[in-house]
Nanobody
Framework: QVQLVESGGGLVQPGGSLRLSCAASGFTFSRYTMKWYRQAPGKERELVATIGGSTNYADSVKGRFTISRDNAKNTVYLQMNSLKPEDTAVYYC??????????WGQGTQVTVSS
């Protein structure tokens, strides 16, 4: 059974940091490109960061967020620094190998507020 389980979300003040984790099971993790998306209320889901052969970031998070993975632990991380209120969203983990093999986590809420 395929599972992606996100954790690490919460409430943080502007300028603070959080590290999200996404633990994967039920598929060959190392073969998959891993992505973090986010969706704020009333907005479309947005691609935040990707890690496969290389890493890529949305312009809005470059220099503040870092995506990494540990294939031995089947886990992908998103280190988020210098958080802003506009980073408030539900963050989702995504695994993709080919279009017919893509999986989603349930999401974790990140709220940046004073």
């Amino acid at each position: 059974q395929v599972q992606l389980v996100e954790s690490g979300g919460g409430l943080v003040q502007p300028g603070g940091s959080l590290r999200l984790s996404c633990a994967a099971s039920g598929f060959t993790f190392s073969r998959y490109t891993m992505k973090w998306y986010r969706q704020a209320p009333g907005k479309e889901r947005e691609l935040v960061a990707t890690i496969g052969g290389s890493t890529n970031y949305a312009d809005s998070v470059k220099g503040r967020f870092t995506i990494s993975r540990d294939n031995a632990k089947n886990t992908v991380y998103l280190q988020m620094n210098s958080l802003k209120p506009e980073d408030t969203a539900v963050y989702y983990c995504n695994a993709i190998w080919i279009p017919s093999r893509t999986y989603w986590g349930q999401g974790t809420q990140v709220t940046v507020s004073s």
